[in-house]
């Protein structure tokens, strides 16, 4: 499947200041960047960093009162839709050091808190099994609500409030795979379905000595994710983290089949 | 200086699991192993994988029903105590992403909540300086009480609790030093010189483009620590990590200068 | 239902100060005192206030480094177990001041968050019948595990968490009344078959025009309890309140049938 | 003081239901109502239950798909400004109930964690003294930011954040003042010299035996204070409470001297 993404952002910022922005398309196995090209302004000064586990670029943006930027590019995506009924759990101790660090609890992902949970409710199942029937409690029992949740939103408030956007169902699914001892991390990814269009987040899980990408959301599969970037959860992903107030003026997001 | 540790770890596990344990002091500059050994008895499998950053390394144990531990080293320090009033910021665009990482917030960090305190009482320090009065209000403003937290508590709560261990003054410390944009970890360390004698915690700040260890509790130096592991937080580095509940039978850390 | 009750306390504290204490069967209706009697050693000073609603006494103590009390009482429970299918909600304009305000939020019983979860999993019901559900769902939900929660511990949390003490019962099935429009406090009380034999915490809902006792854990019956104090929640009610650090030396509550 | 009061609230509301409105200066000693009216348009059903301590009165209305409500009075002020620095400590042992009640932590005021910040930081301080320090200390280190906070900010969040408006710094003030053993509530009230004009929150203290109103964000003095309820914190004053989701069509407060 190929998609064009195009991204325009326009902020002001209150003051002068650092800024990480993390919206590319990255380089990596299951998609091809046909083309690709961002400018972003005048910055004072800028820098490129790999973004966690070297998948994507963070951008490091010195900024005086504002910020713009205008992405464009065109991904090929040859990953399959995994089949998870088929994929098998990891032994822990066959994991290597980088999907072992996913199933530590995080900011935003308590895992630790959903033990006794996912042990009595699903009990008796492993693997992909296991993370299919997480999958879908999560979009069974949350609904998509723009607002409904805020940057200190973490899982074990979404598990309560029943209610959440992207982020939200992914670091309740991360929590519960973690919980469950298997290897889960967020997803930034551009997805033609995604509805209304917007960057998008999704969950990653290392089953069958690879990760796989699933969206607790429904909205998309994964032949059809550009993948941007990978993390512990929101905030290793954020599209922009800024230390200023930043103002947005313009957040447009327009991801189609081509 | 050489220091010789000691370590007796002894525990019953109440059902089979895999238990990550992080105890071996690192091979890493600043820092020579002149002898290691550890005895983990017999554990049903067992794996190594690199430590965060590539610092150390994670044992990764299949157990039946107790883990058992006698780890026993020499280190030399070489690294220096750094003389912080010396030492400069570095700017966010000249940071490496395994520096950058360190400015982010963590689970038990939430740096961005300390912006308004640290820009207005320590108002127009900077790098060293600033980090070395961070340091200061820490030591000064903290009480260090066995039992007064636990694997929940955040910086936050220790900044209104107002006491704590190693680990919450480490986790306050380097949550004022993310709010000023100085990159900090968490690093866990052996010293002689504290009392009581155990695993300890402390902080790595990113000056003038390297790490340097600073101990908030005001225990030991930078030249007294033999480093065991780094990461964003306590969770990082926890010298067990287990799935089952474990129960402690034996606990012994033995540090001396020989 | 007659009841013998024995309660002897022996804390030493830290430090000269006040301290609360709340443990006598309280003169109220469904209850008859044939004799009590407390012995409180020697406080510098005492004074007593009512509880909360006006049920059962606060007694302030003004004590030492210690604070010793022997209460021994026989009560007659003539209250009768409610039939909760029976019941019906009052409409809120109908309510009387003191019954509305336990509609509202409180410390341990966010109740405002549970407004999804009880909509949607419990659709149609009312009334008694909806309050008998939600008191089924708690017991068939939670382990009863001491030492799962602690002074901190919220309904948010045990609804995660899936565990707790009959505190821990009672505030999660009182934000779930809540969430409802039901009316519903904590009651403190003595019980014969509390197993371990302890002081007993259990919930109060308001239908029909009348406050009713439900025990969330499923250990006892309304006709089985003699009442202490009601409140919002747990702080309200708590056996001892002090400023000082209290030593536990000796708590020991004996209930029996007579 | 003689102060004209106009109030003018238009909400939408989302679905049928109940909601209380608590909006009308109370008839209570210190301040002599004049003349007040207020027009609540067509509810289904409506009533009155006093407010929390007999202060005020709830109105609870039955509502369709919107809340209208015109209040007007004239409200003449005869309470003195307190002179904190005469005022005395009352012992606890000497507090009646409804005082005694106010010492105690609740939702937004966690009192029990201020301990050691307030003993530390206020050593030697007593009674009205310490009432006025612990004042100045919220009034200089908060910065009034609206919409720096929310329904979930508590005072320990306030402390951490520094910022907030009127019922933030009275929740952070309540509780610093109970961690002293001093009991303390919310009041709300209207004032002429609050600005932007709304409604306002402020603190009662119970010192020398009576309540004395004190405002922490420096906006008021006692003496052009109507006061309309009083609370353990902001869950007992709110101005509206619902069950439905509110929208916000017209919300007008006008208070001046006349």
Aim: proline letters at 6%.
């Amino acid at each position: 499947m190929r998609m064009k993404i195009d991204v325009t952002l326009d902020y002001g910022l209150e003051s002068p200041g650092p800024a990480l922005l993390l919206v590319e398309a990255a380089g990596v196995q299951g998609q091809i960047l046909n083309r690709a090209s961002i400018d972003l302004g005048q910055p004072l000064k800028s820098a490129r960093v790999p973004g966690e586990e070297g998948i994507g670029e963070r951008l490091i943006l010195r900024l005086e009162d504002s910020l713009t930027c205008r992405y464009s590019a065109e991904v090929e995506v040859t990953r399959p839709q995994p089949d998870l009924q088929r994929l098998s759990a990891v032994e822990v101790e066959d994991m290597p050091g980088d999907a072992l660090r996913y199933m530590l609890p995080s900011r935003y992902c308590p895992a630790e808190r959903f033990g006794h949970f996912v042990a009595s409710r699903f009990e008796g199942l492993t693997g992909g099994p296991l993370v299919a029937a997480l999958r879908d409690w999560v979009e069974r029992n949350l609904d998509y609500v723009s607002g409904a949740s805020d940057g200190d939103t973490t899982a074990a408030d979404t598990f309560l409030d029943r209610r959440g956007v992207c982020r939200d169902y992914a670091h309740l699914m991360i929590s519960l795979c973690r919980a469950a001892q298997i290897p889960a991390r967020i997803a930034s990814v551009y997805a033609p379905p995604v509805d209304p269009q917007d960057f998008h987040a999704v969950v990653q899980v290392y089953l069958d000595h690879d990760w796989h990408l699933v969206d607790p959301t429904g909205m998309a599969r994964a032949d059809q994710m550009a993948l941007v970037a990978v993390g512990r959860d929101a905030t290793d992903v954020a599209f922009l983290t800024t230390t200023s107030v930043a103002e947005l003026k313009t957040q447009l997001v327009e991801v189609s089949e081509v």
